[in-house]
Structures are given as C-alpha cells and as structure tokens.
T-cell receptor, first 117, second 112 residues
C-alpha cells in the first residue's frame, strides 16, 4: 500500500513556541491531505482538509490562525501549531488521498505526538 | 451531531472467537465505508472497505456486512488472534478520497 510519512514522530516544545509537523506522501501524488487530532482513547477529530495549492478548509471550532496548514506540493503538507500551549498536547495524524491505486484510498501517517511543557 | 455511531466501545474475545463491531450512519450521501485498525501510538491502517452496491465483502479473516436500508454496517473478525488486539474505527465518506467521518472506535482485546 501507499506510504504516508510524518515527521517528527515525537516533539516536545515549550509553551508559547511554534512547532511544525510534516506529512509526506512517499510514492504517490496526494491531491488532498487531511489533518486529524486524537486524544487518548478517543476517536480521530478532523481538523482541516487541504488541497495542493489552495487554502485549507478548517472544520468548525478549529482555529485557523493557530493551526496553520500549508500544502505547497503534491507530496508535502505541513501543520504548524503556533504559540503552543499545554492544551495543544495531542496526537496529530495526517492522511493523504490520491490516485495511488484504484478508488482514491485514504492512507494515514504514523502520527506525531506533541507535548507542550 | 455524531453521524457515525459505533458499538460496542470495547470488546473482549477469546482466541479463535469472532469479534463483531457494528456501525450505524445517518447521512444517506455516504457512499464509501472503510474500517481502520489502530495500534497504540500508531496511525490508523486501512483494513477493508465497502461501497453500498454490495452487501458483503470478505478479505481473509475480515468481513464487512452492509445493510443499506438500515444504514448499518459491521465488521466481523473471524478466528480472532491476540495480534488483532487493537482499536477499530469504522468510517464513512461521500466518496473514496473525500473526508472521512469516524465512529467512536472499539477497543478489541483478544485473550490467548
């Protein structure tokens, strides 16, 4: 199956700083990428949908100025958590959709653990 | 509004038994129903998916049953193994490749 890579897998940052998480589709062109947030023992919550070359579409209640999403190429999307606070600590997961095979299957990355101290 | 309801929240099954997870959806525009398996600290991995033009799909020990009129679908894991212990999520979208709406997840524990 197609591979979606996230980096870093774990990051610790100080409160008030910004942190960037990268999501790459390694063997296909991802026309659409999705960013999710997942708290322990809970389901995935969609934060935003990004299409290459256009502005991301944020879900209701997600602060677009705090969670900056850039999808500059067909293989890379980034999520920047700005002015991070401890409540932003979470597991962030990206997924990508493209014509890797028939059906435009959505593939997920391995996730990135963010801890804000 | 929770558009995809998943049950049970947790499930314990003996090795060799059958694990059954159920999902119900509300949005009749949903046209693609995948199941994902997630191990702790990892991203979800696609297990199997179905479209509403078929009532059942089987891949190895995993089977999806789909009831369009009832707006329900289920995952059956046959001959459950300890390695199947994970959290399973059903999901739905308007079409493959579109954004997914996830169920709440089911934590499955297979006892040896």
């Amino acid at each position: 199956g197609a591979v979606v890579s996230q980096h870093p897998s774990r990051v610790i940052c100080k409160s008030g700083t910004s942190v960037k998480i990268e999501c790459r589709s390694l063997d296909f062109q991802a026309t659409t990428m999705f960013w999710y947030r997942q708290f322990p023992k809970q389901s995935l919550m969609l934060m935003a949908t990004s299409n290459e070359g256009s502005k991301a579409t944020y879900e209701q209640g997600v602060e677009k100025d705090k969670f900056l999403i850039n999808h500059a190429s067909l293989t890379l999307s980034t999520l920047t958590v700005t002015s991070a606070h401890p409540e932003d600590s979470s597991f962030y997961i990206c997924s990508a959709s493209g014509a890797a095979d028939s059906g435009n299957t959505i593939y997920f990355g391995e996730g990135s653990w963010l801890t804000v101290v | 509004q929770q558009q995809v309801k998943q049950s049970p929240q947790s499930l314990i099954v003996q090795k060799g038994g059958i694990s059954i997870i159920n999902c119900a959806y509300e949005n009749t525009a949903f046209d693609y129903f995948p199941w994902y398996q997630q191990f702790p600290g990892k991203g979800p991995a696609l297990l199997i998916a179905i479209r509403p033009d078929v009532s059942e799909k089987k891949e190895g020990r995993f089977t999806i049953s789909f009831n369009k009129s009832a707006k329900q679908f289920s995952l059956h894991i046959m001959d459950s193994q300890p390695g199947d212990s994970a959290t399973y999520f059903c999901a739905a979208s308007g079409a493959a490749g579109n954004k997914l709406t996830f169920g709440g997840g089911t934590r499955v524990l297979v006892k040896p």
